[in-house]
């Protein structure tokens, strides 16, 4: 029976461990997770900025600014179940503080007795009377180890009093940290609010800006649709044309082919940006034109903007099978991964070569900034002939 209590309140202790570092470790990860999405924020709140330097509203700026939006309310999520967290640990440490308190209380009463009584014994007069007056030797021995027992347990008692008030002073001061941590939370809170009304005022302004100006956008539209059939196009042949054999039979795959194929697909979601550092402002699939009503684009990848004269790399390890030429300002490199393709496009600049075998992060070309300033790569991925999402391939940022 006693080592059935004993097992049972060993396990208790041991689900307040998991649970005590499970909420520390869910606390840092949300303080983590708020420093990258306040990073995020800062960095695209400087290229929407150098978007506006050149004083004329753009689709690009728009989709900055909705890109801004969707962080700016992930970073609002991630501040409320902060304080949410933080409410029960302060409301546990109110907690622990009261019991504190009236064991404190209790202790220093008992102590207080046990002190009245020694005071009328312990003094030389009182102790000898109360040592005589024993019947006989063996009694008066006890009284004297009676005594010192008496001065021994007093002793102690005043150290576990001065440990209790120094654990309550601690838990009165982590208590204090966390309100003064609370309240920066809930100011922190109120000001990412107060720009996420910013944020949508600016959007609406811009999209009243670029409604003035639906001919030369449905122009732009037609043109960058043009550009991206010619590099679907070219993708569809390149792909063709690496999963056939000469004779027209079905390509297999080389043993090694098949191993980096794997390598590939065990990396999803872990492959590294293919740029050193951006912003999706377009994701994959269909969409509703920012400005333009009843009109819908599609996307076959992610359009990343970035900074003016930075390099696109590969994300992992594979050979160029293609360099496709779609305007004179728009070049596509196409890396072969075993079974798997990956597509950057809108280089002005290539560095690499067709047949070159290329190394994860390594630099293969130039993005091309237009005259808007704006600096942005596209981005695909392929399993053969059929697309995939390349959100879910790279490392969430």
Request: with cysteine.
């Amino acid at each position: 029976m006693r080592s059935n209590r004993y097992f049972s309140i060993a396990v208790c202790c041991l689900i307040i461990l998991v649970n005590s570092l499970s909420a520390q470790e869910t606390k840092s990860q949300l303080e983590a997770k708020r420093k990258m999405l306040e990073k995020e924020i800062e960095y695209t709140s400087k290229l929407i900025g150098k978007t506006r330097k050149n004083k004329s509203a753009t689709v690009n700026e728009i989709r900055l600014i909705n890109s801004q939006i969707k962080t700016r309310k992930e970073l609002i999520e991630t501040l409320r179940t902060e304080i949410k967290a933080l409410s029960r640990n302060i409301e546990e440490d109110e907690a622990t503080i009261d019991r504190l308190t009236k064991k404190l209380a209790e202790v220093k009463k008992k102590y207080a007795r046990i002190v009245y009584f020694a005071y009328h014994h312990q003094t030389a007069y009182n102790k000898l009377i109360f040592l005589f007056s024993a019947e006989d030797f063996n009694q008066a021995y006890q009284r004297l180890r009676y005594l010192e027992q008496l001065a021994a347990y007093l002793h102690k008692e005043a150290d576990a009093i001065r440990k209790m008030e120094k654990e309550k002073e601690d838990e009165l001061k982590n208590l204090n940290r966390q309100l003064e941590e609370k309240k920066a939370l809930l100011d922190n809170e109120n000001l990412q609010m107060s720009r996420l009304e910013q944020e949508k005022a600016r959007k609406n302004q811009v999209v009243k800006e670029l409604s003035g100006k639906e001919k030369q956008l449905k122009t732009r539209l037609k043109q960058k649709q043009k550009e991206a059939e010619r590099l679907n196009k070219k993708i569809k042949d390149i792909i063709a044309r690496e999963t056939k054999a000469k004779t027209g039979k079905k390509y297999v795959l080389t043993p090694a082919e098949k191993a980096l194929s794997a390598n590939f697909a065990e990396n999803k979601g872990k492959l590294p940006w293919p740029v050193e550092r951006g912003v999706v402002s377009e994701t994959f699939g269909v969409h509703q034109h920012p400005v333009l009503k009843y009109v819908k684009t599609k996307n076959n990848g992610i359009n990343i903007t970035t900074n003016k004269n930075e390099d696109a790399r590969a994300v992992f390890d594979g050979e160029v099978v293609s360099i496709a030429k779609i305007t004179t300002t728009n070049k596509a490199v196409i890396i072969k991964h075993g079974d798997y393709f990956t597509v950057y496009s809108n280089l002005v600049d290539v560095y690499v070569t067709k047949g070159e075998h290329v190394k994860v992060k390594q630099a293969i070309g130039k993005i091309y900034t237009n005259p808007d300033g704006q600096t942005r790569l596209h981005f695909e991925v392929w399993k053969g002939k059929e697309l995939q999402n390349p959100s879910y391939w790279i490392l969430k940022r």
